[in-house]
């Protein structure tokens, strides 16, 4: 097992893509399940805090150190298995998701969720419950995830599968490999009916699997993933339309977004019924500009559209695609179509490179990442939008907006060019995180709340449900070593 010091060795697992720094004594590279019980008991005997970090692509700071130790995951990196027949993968937690899509896919297979960072680590993304463009059709990783080995900080581990354990009613038994028992009361909170990364997940006669799934790294580190999976699909539609007014391309995504529930509803295969629907505005199409030269200059907003398909009912497909465009005024001839499997991949990467130019910004102006990750229910997105816009606009501040708008779920991306702009900014996100709140939606659709967002989870779920969290962890980590800090202040935890 390598363990790093030094300083210019470490530096890299000290930071994420949100901008977060840290700071700790050394990095350990596990490679079996004994080396991180070795780790675990050492740092039991020390009262040594542990950071667990994947790829460190988050962007909540929840693999950013503050002190103690770093366990790496990256040389946990096998694909155990992978079964055709029963359509089911086995990874260790630091495999890299784009790696896994490309043998999958050389497999004939398909793992939908599809977080837009293809360079996360699985384990990271089923400890965020990540979740992407795909989500509209598909849910988040946690519709996935079947089967989890968990390592704990006693150094017992955990081997859950879907469908073998369940609450009853709040109350849920856990059993490790040394067949100790451990009981957890789980807090009885409103779950948002929009798309959800906060905390952990606590529901009433819940699969027991699904309290690791988000758990950001407190609980346990994951040693072994099994994942769901599908038959690769036969044929993707895939376009990017562009609009010259915004209102147009809000319409046309409530469009497409009800004629998809209505399909889904009435198991209909030859209308439209979207796998990713996203929306583009018009300072992101800017931003992209000198990227994209082929964007229309009068464009005031653009729109993703993916939908699988089949060769037989494609022409019915675009044909009804092509009919919503022109209802709303879509530019039709500017738009850009996917007519290969190359085509569809710079489409792909369209999508994904808003996200990078973001980070780029921030991190050449040295701040943190103010992004929103928040989603609000389908009825109240069009007013929250505006609202956060003009308060944005109000402020003199530069943004750009893109998103999961099937999922009615924004990043409201503001790029501030100086401390005071900063500090402007991070009043209006605090201000945007709790309206999402208290509208019935979510502070944290997708990306969790890690070091930087823990003040929204008390106002999401009050007091005694995020105390009853904390003796969650409690249970499993009494010590008090793991992911500290993460997801609650360390002073609500003692």
Known sequence: ????????????????????????????????????????????????????????????????????????????????????????????????????????????????????????????????????????????????VSGLEILLPTGELLNLQRGENYADSYEITFQT?????????????????????AGFFCKKNMDAIDLFIGSEGTLGVFTKIKLSLLDYPKSIFSTVIFFNEEMNALNFIHDAREFSYNSRKKNRKNTINATALEFFDKNSLKFLKNNYTQIPTNAAGAVWFEQETSPEIEELLINSIAELIEKHNGNFNDSWLALTEKDRTEIENFRHSISAKVNEYITSHNFRKLGTDIAVPDDKLFNFYFQVVNDVKKNNLNYVVYGHFGNSHLHLN?????????????????????????????????????????????????????KKMIGIKKKFDSELLLGIGNVFDTEEQN
């Open 1 to 144: 097992m390598i363990v790093k010091k030094e300083k210019d060795q470490i530096q890299d697992y000290l930071k994420d893509a949100s901008n977060t720094e840290g700071f700790c004594d050394a990095v350990f590279f596990p490679e079996s399940v004994k080396d991180l019980q070795d780790i675990f008991k050492a740092a039991d005997e020390k009262k040594i805090q542990i950071t667990v970090s994947g790829n460190r692509t988050g962007l909540t700071g929840a693999a950013v150190p503050k002190g103690g130790i770093v366990i790496s995951t990256a040389k946990l990196n096998k694909i155990i298995e992978i079964n055709k027949e029963e359509k089911f993968v086995v990874v260790e937690p630091g495999v890299l998701l784009s790696d896994l899509i490309k043998e999958l896919k050389s497999q004939n297979l398909y793992y939908p969720p599809d977080p837009t960072e293809l360079n996360c680590f699985i384990g990271g993304v089923v400890a965020t419950n990540a979740s992407g463009s795909k989500s509209f059709k598909y849910g988040a990783t946690r519709s996935f």
């Open 177 to 197: 490999d040394k067949e100790r028992l451990i009981e957890i009361d789980l807090p009885e909170i409103e779950i948002p009916v929009t798309k959800n990364a």
């Open 414 to 466: 503001m790029l501030p060019k100086n401390n005071i702009e900063f500090m402007l900014a991070q009043n209006l996100y605090r201000q945007f995180c709790e309206d999402a709140i208290n509208l019935g939606g979510t502070f944290s659709a997708e990306h969790g709340v890690g070091k930087n967002k823990k003040e929204y989870l008390i106002k999401m779920y009050g007091a005694e449900a995020v």
